[in-house]
């Protein structure tokens, strides 16, 4: 597949929580360092996404007295998965991956920081309402081919991945360097991706 000056490499979340030993580990989350690391040093922008949510999320179980993690809950804006306390703003959990090269970013877009809301999207809060700012920020700089990467499949680079297609974008998802957290839910997740018109490749086929 060809490069050009419109390409940005999109890499979703590649946190310490997400990781092996994590809060919230993505199984296998680590094996997308190293292809992301090889396209970040081919393609010419880079932007990354940081879960950043303030102690007391609402999207943490802990604050929902008799619920656990992965139970579903009603919240204003819609279903709610519970989750583990993770990422937490400032805590080494909420670091990127030591082992990510991610020093060349161009862009850094926080997600989830608003206490009541959630945010896997990175263009939208879970509100579908509330705005990241991303989508102008990548039109300001005339970039209209995404190469999503990251975590997780099921649900961040899912969500991110129709968001850009519904914005206008051109969506490629590198299967090699994204990871999900659920076998049947990933699966579910390449379907609605590619009914959206997103893209499949490998990372050895950007060369």
């Known amino acids: ?6 390409d940005v490499l999109l890499v979703v979340d590649v946190q310490n929580d997400f990781l092996p030993g994590g809060a919230l580990a993505v199984p296998e989350g680590d094996a997308v ?6 396209l970040a ?10 879960d950043w949510h303030p102690p007391g999320h609402a999207s943490f179980a802990s604050r929902h007295p008799g619920r ?4 579903t809950v009603a919240m204003p804006y819609g279903a709610q998965v519970l989750w583990p ?17 991610a020093d060349g970013a161009g862009l850094v877009i926080r997600k989830g920081i608003h206490p009541g809301v959630d ?13 990241t700012g991303l989508a102008g920020a990548l039109a300001e700089r005339g970039l209209t081919r995404l190469f999503v990467t990251g975590l997780a499949t099921d649900y961040c680079v899912l969500w991110t991945a129709l968001d850009a297609r519904a914005a206008g974008f ?10 999900g957290i659920d ?24 060369g």
């Open 41 to 50: 040093a081919a393609l010419p922008q880079v932007v990354l996404t940081q």
């Open 68 to 71: 656990r993690p992965f139970e």
């Open 170 to 179: 051109d969506v490629v998802v590198v299967e090699d360097a994204v990871r």
């Open 85 to 101: 306390d993770h990422c937490v703003q400032g805590t080494p959990g909420a670091a990127f991956a030591p082992g990510l090269r």
């Open 1 to 6: 597949m060809r490069r050009d000056a419109t």
């Open 119 to 131: 945010s896997y999207s990175a263009f939208l809060e879970a509100d579908r309402l509330t705005r």
């Open 33 to 38: 360092i190293g292809p992301i690391n090889r």
């Open 183 to 206: 076998r049947d839910g990933t699966a579910r997740a390449w379907d609605a991706m590619e009914r959206a018109g997103v893209r499949r490749v490998m990372s050895a086929d950007l």
